[in-house]
């Protein structure tokens, strides 16, 4: 959501694109010059006021609270509360799962046995946490950048290595479009970060064709979870055996 001080820089910005001077702004208000620079300085007013200046600019307050909404830096990560609050009901966490997806409230609630208050709920709450901000007609945006990632020791991830992974690998990974590849190897230390980053590419081209792909219809798309993973490891069965 948008802060007063946010609003009043993009209003300092609508008033240089005007050519509109504090005196002008001054004189279609009713106040003095410099009541004018020391609200605008001081980077707080009343929400009336800023309304008031939008309408001597002749911009529409919705409009520039929408502008200045989308021009935040989007979230590449949570807080730890932010994760906790997540993880701490498992409707919410699939409702955060679906906006991810970008899903309406109309799509969970036709695929999931979540009621439509129940699915609004979930969206209330996380626009409180931060995930979306939520607009009218229960309609949203995003409010995470396309890098995002649950922290890697974050309450998400150790629900998921405690409650996800042995689902995830139960399945026989021999359907169409499926496929499960296990490779070890020895390789050099300084090239082992370019294979890290190939990885990181491939799971950022699954995530843009996944947003280019949500103009087809449902009927033409499937949900597929990529899991990427590389690590310096060792089943600990064969550690135990190695040489001291």
């Known amino acids: 959501m948008s802060t007063t001080a946010d609003l009043i820089q993009a ?9 509109m001077t504090y005196a002008d702004l001054a004189r279609q208000l009713g106040m003095a ?3 004018i620079k020391r609200m605008l300085a001081k980077g707080d007013m009343p929400l009336s006021r800023v ?7 002749k911009i529409d307050f919705a409009e ?37 997806s970008q ?23 996380l626009d409180r946490i931060g995930i979306i901000e939520l607009r009218p007609l229960n309609r ?16 998400v991830m150790e629900f998921f290595r405690e409650h996800v992974v042995l689902d995830y690998y139960s399945g026989g990974f021999d359907r169409p479009a499926e496929g499960l590849l296990l ?8 090239l082992a970060p370019s294979f890290l980053e190939r990885l990181q590419r491939v799971a950022q081209d699954f995530a843009q064709q996944h947003q280019a792909d949500q103009r087809l219809a449902q009927r033409d798309r499937e949900g597929y979870t990529l899991l990427l993973g590389m690590r310096s490891w060792e089943f600990e069965a064969f550690a135990q055996l190695r040489r001291a």
């Open 183 to 190: 490779v070890h190897g020895e390789i050099s230390r300084a």
């Open 140 to 155: 949203y945006r995003l409010k995470l950048a396309k890098t995002f990632r649950w922290r890697p020791h974050g309450p």
């Open 103 to 125: 899903w309406t409230v109309e799509q969970i609630t036709g695929a999931y046995r979540i009621s439509e208050p129940e699915c609004i709920g979930a969206m209330v709450q």
């Open 64 to 100: 520039l609270s929408r502008r200045v909404a989308e021009a935040q830096p989007l979230l590449k990560e949570l807080t730890l509360e932010q994760e906790r609050a997540v993880v701490r009901d498992k409707k919410l966490l699939l409702c955060a799962i679906c906006v991810l």
């Open 33 to 35: 010059e410099s009541s």
């Open 51 to 57: 309304d008031a200046i939008c309408r001597a600019l």
């Open 11 to 19: 209003l300092k910005s609508e008033l240089k694109t005007a050519h």
